[in-house]
Each structure stands twice: as C-alpha cells, then as structure tokens.
C-alpha cells in the first residue's frame, strides 16, 4: 500500500515558477516508479511526466517537456514536480501517482495508487 499526499499548489502568476512536492507513506517507495497528472475542468485527467524507480529514467508529455522537470528524493520518499514559465493553460489539480515499477508508463490506468490532488492556478 502507498498513500500519497501532494503539496504545493496555489495562486502563481504567468510566467512564474512553482513547485510540488508528492510525499509518500511506504517502507518501500524504491518498488514504485511514481508519476504526476493533472485534470483541468471539464478535461480528462492528462500524463505530465514520470520517474522510475531509481530516478535514472523519466519521461514527459510533449506539452511541458523543457517546462517541467520531475526528480524523486529516496531518502524521503519524495516526488518534485518542478514547474517553470507557467501560464493559465497549466492552471488544474495536479496529481501524484504510484505504479509498480517496470517500463514508465504514461496511461492513468496504470497507476495504482494516487494522492488527493493540489489545485494549481495560474492567474495574474
């Protein structure tokens, strides 16, 4: 079992920086590669990047790549979700997820374990 708590989200501006952080609740965070989604209103909930397990591999959607960087702290079991040059497009909650690892993988259904979400909006 994972439990997955996102955390930093907020009011920026356009062209502002943020970052998010996913903490998760496992003795065994190195079985997961994690990922982060984000589902805007009335949008289906969209694959931004992901990590694997140890952090040598990621993989991003083509809408943020060089935008948003993703990077994982083993120690304590953590998740960053590092998000620049933000517009109000990027304005959702964003998401962390959990997958057994294996080859990184970019469909929701996938994931097996999720945090509750932390709104991000982009808005001068």
């Known amino acids: 079992q994972v439990q997955l708590a996102e955390s930093g989200g907020g009011l920026v501006q356009p062209g502002d920086s943020a970052r998010l952080t996913c903490a998760a609740s496992?003795?065994?965070?190195?079985?997961?590669?994690m990922a982060w989604f984000r589902q805007a209103p009335g949008m289906e909930r969209e694959f931004l990047a992901a990590?694997?397990?140890?952090?040598?591999?990621?993989g991003y959607a083509h809408s943020v790549k060089n935008r948003f960087t993703i990077s994982r702290d083993s120690t304590k079991n953590t998740v960053i979700l590092q998000m620049s040059n933000l517009t109000p497009e990027d304005t959702a909650i964003y998401y962390c997820?959990?997958?057994?690892?294996?080859?990184?993988?970019?469909?929701?259904?996938?994931?097996?374990?999720w945090g509750q979400g932390t709104q991000v909006t982009v808005s001068s």
């Open positions: 496992t003795r065994t965070f190195t079985d997961y590669n």
């Open positions: 990590i694997s397990w140890s952090g040598g591999s990621t």
């Open positions: 997820a959990a997958a057994k690892k294996g080859f990184l993988k970019n469909n929701m259904s996938e994931y097996n374990y």
